[in-house]
């Protein structure tokens, strides 16, 4: 741009008095020089503020993005949808299915409700702002200890946040989870996922294309809401900057309703040349990362943004996350048009600008202009290697003697704590507050391995959708435990007879700028990556959340994976429960797993001990578990089937007994021991067996050069492993309801 | 016996999405006189004599309101002690 | 089915309601019915034997369920639609409008739980005296998903004895049995009501959603027999004109 | 401008199950003097002078309260007619 035009506002504060806002904006001083260089003059008070959003790791990724470059995007075996927002793939050549993961975790552990319930609203734009549909949802909790108030606070709050907006939207929630660690005191995860689903003649683009072509903004009018939030309030540690809170954002979804109809109408009818939501960073992020997208840039005047509130200054107008709000280059002409459509469902929308062709993005406040900035240095952050280092605390996690770790006194009560233990115990008090029925596809609700939905365009065909994370083998082992998450997440799928396809991945870490937490931060990407690769997936999107600590300290590193598989036909599918008596249940996988109780429930409820190595899981290994189970699944061979993860074998057993409502009679291959009942090793499902067809089975696990073994059969109203436990159905089931019930109510 | 009466209303920077719903609504019944609408919450509590205001603000700061996005006000009748 | 010609639904939408598209699928694909939605600013209604509201979050549910909904113009239409003897279903957020219309007794209450309630449930068919029910033998069950927030049915103990004299009980909650129970009663609704008729019979609501359990497929199709008995015993069109 | 401030409660035939609970929290807090609970609506309306009670009552019934499950209370301040 031109020197001599250097906007006016800049005069009016020092050289000094500008360098210290930026920083008080969270820019370094690194990153100032970077702009005075790349700009030959000074900034405006305004253009600071929009560095400071675009270049925090919340919509730059300066801190992460040359890890995330590891990951495979593309893989050999999906056609994969780059460009838009949520990246996605084809599920037929008419039909596309996007999905993303999106983290809300400061707001959340500030206000439960409307931080979860924004969190919910944001990432569902994600999928309409590309002309999809949204057809499921999922989310993954993490919270400290639950017999902590503040928990059951939060808990109670997101919980309801997560369900108010989802349901009130009509998204069903199909996956997920809820677990507990004192890791997370202090620092609670709220992870939304959504997937759409578009006719990929109506995908949208969010690149702003056509000098000339009206800009248009639609949706609900700006506030002060969470200024600065993505920068600030994600950007520090908790306890380092209370006062720094901005006001959180309050969601409405009831216009986020309107907006999706609305905004869907409008892609069917070829005047959207592109659309782009506003989330983090609001009028700056869309503007300028529309008009860096499309190789072009904008002139916007914030005097037409309708506002809720008076006196905003323009740099409150251009950070604000106000929600429910959509940014639209039209297609010039068709303004009107799409103004009425709006208005038909009671929107409004208004013409702020201009696509030019100059690369600026020149920001006008009336008459004056108060930034003018070219759009792709704007979205072009410096990316940062930062320096990183193995935790001290592994090698002696690792030394923890597992041998050491001494027998229950009885396998029956160990099973019974653990079934009723906060991370094992029923999630229906969750569950439950989520609509899953909504939009009648729903062929599997929450409670499975995998929640189900049939596409209805392309009936029989079907959807599957998983959300895991990984929190404790993460910490134990970056590496192993992200590709360990990675292989469970795509076991639950091919539990239900689903063929994994994509994957969008939640990254939840403390402070990159701490060696030993970016050393976590890239060893996990690693193994994700690794695994991804090796099991054919791309990573079509995602989500980092850094500087998740809190006094107490770090948060266990958290990486989540929301993954996503084909159903070929939905009437194909399996569930968890025991279905009827007399049924073999088999153990697909390996039964003697020397060194499986490393990292798990068994350690740490029963012994208050987060230690041991995690195994490595061989993906070859895996993946042949995973092909046999998924076609006995789809053959129908399989009955039910359901993945071992934590609380291994027994607790998997109890999980389909009480599902079913009946017990099986089982004798262990091996001796009796705490690790064989509770041991997690990975690539083992249980599957049942009508008991006239168990030699076919038998005969396809050999060809398919996969170790199981008949455990015994479905039946009777106890669950009982020879001459080791016998424990009644009722009873199980009581004890895993109970849980968080019991210290929920009221 | 005393009683509190607590009313807890959205901070006025805060986005108060009922009651712009509500505004349209009595507008579109002819009620055009209604410049704005603030939902709010009305608690009452009934108190064993001798809960004071100071406990009854600390029910509202722990409990009954949240103080990130709410205001509240207390009044007391019937021989609450202030 | 076949036999009989096809009728023509109109399924209302206000701002906020989410059940449209299932609903007129169901109704057009899976039951062989002409269907299509009515947004809440259309008056004209004639094209139309029978109206469904379907499920949602009506005006988001502001202030009450339904209470704003009550005010749009497709009300007063739906209103004589009613009054004609045309058979009006409201299923779900489309009883809560129905009951703040007034076109209903009685009234919404948020669920004794005070939580959003998603699961499955069974309901008993009552004896009810309403032609839209009388496909279904009184004391059959079925399995249908419930979903939502403000399904605790309230009426004045005088209007509800009025309301069980007359048959205007449609469905209660109940166990996989048939047996009423408060363990079965999923929010708190008096007498375990689950669903209810006006004093003509013409207008049906109940809070869960048959329009889900059209198909095994998505775990079962007991809600396609309550919809069949609906249309069979809707008064067509022509049959109110004449 | 004038201003109503309108409270809207659930009759007490009406079981408060809001109330049960927050008096239940309360408890659980240690306010062991709380009795009892009514949760109820308040919702402020800020009217254009000359707007008067019996046009505020419309908008109650009419809108703002369900009489079938609520009764309702206007305060009328600054100025609006009586
Ligand atoms: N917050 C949640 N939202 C939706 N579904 C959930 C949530 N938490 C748990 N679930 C569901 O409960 C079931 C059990 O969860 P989990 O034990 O984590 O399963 P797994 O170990 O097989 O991944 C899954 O079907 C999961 O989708
Ligand atoms: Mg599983």
Redesign the pocket.
Known sequence: MNENETPRAAELLTPEQLKQAAFDWGLTPYEYERILEGLGRQPTLTEIAMFSVEWCEHCGYPKSRNVLGMLPNTSASVEVLVGADSGGFYLTPDLAVVMKVESHNHPSQVEPYQGAATGVGGIIRDIFTCGARPVAA????RFGSLSDPYTRHLLRGV?KG?GDYGNSIGVP???????FNASYTGNCLVNAMAVGIAPTDRLLSAAARGAGNPVLYAGSRTGRDGIGGCSVLASHEFGEGEEKRPTVQIGDPFTEKRLIEACLEAATTGWIVAMKDMGAAGVTCTTSEMSAEGGMGMRIDLQRIPRRESGMQPYEVLMSESQERMLMVVARGHEDDVIRLFGRWELSAVVIGEVTDDGILTVLDGGEEVAALPAQFLTTPPRYDLPYERPAYLSEKWAYDLSAVPEPESYGEALLTLIGSPN?CS?QW??EQ?DHTVQANTVQG??????IIRVREAAPLGVAV???GSSRLVYLDPYEGARLLVA?AAR?LACVGAEPKIVTDGLNFGNPDKPDRYYQFREAVRGIADACREFELAVISGNVSFYNESPEGPIHPTPIIGMLGVVPDVNRTASIGFRADGDRVILVGASGCPGSLAGSEYLAVLHGVEAGRPLSVSVSDEKRVQCVVRDMVRSGLAVTAH?L??GGLAVALAECAIRGRRGARIRLPDVASAEALFGEAPSRVIATVAADRISEAAAQLATAGVPWVDLGEVGGDQLSIEGTLEVGVDELEARWEQTIPSVMSP | MARARITIRLKPTVLDTQGAVVKTALHSLGFDGVLDVHMGKSIQLDLEAGVGRSEVEAMCRQLLANPVIEDFEIELTDGANA | MSALPPLNWGVVVFPGTNCEIETVYVLKELLGQDARTVWHRETDLSEFDGLILAGGFAHGDYLRAGAVARFSPVMDSISRFAADGGAVVGICNGFQVLVEAGLLPGAMLHNRSRRFLSRWVNLRAEASSSPLLSGLTPGEVFRVPAAHGEGCFFADPDVLAEMTANGQIAFRYCGEDGAVTDTANPNGSLECIAGVTNAGGNVLALMPHPERAAEAVLGGDDGRRILESIIRGARPRLARAA
Do not use: I, K, Q
């Open positions: 999922g989310n993954s909790l919980v997560v929630t199909l996956a997920g989870e809820v677990s094992l999630r969750v569950t989520y929450p409670g499975g391995d995998a929640g998983t959300m895991d469970e639950n993945d993860s934590e």
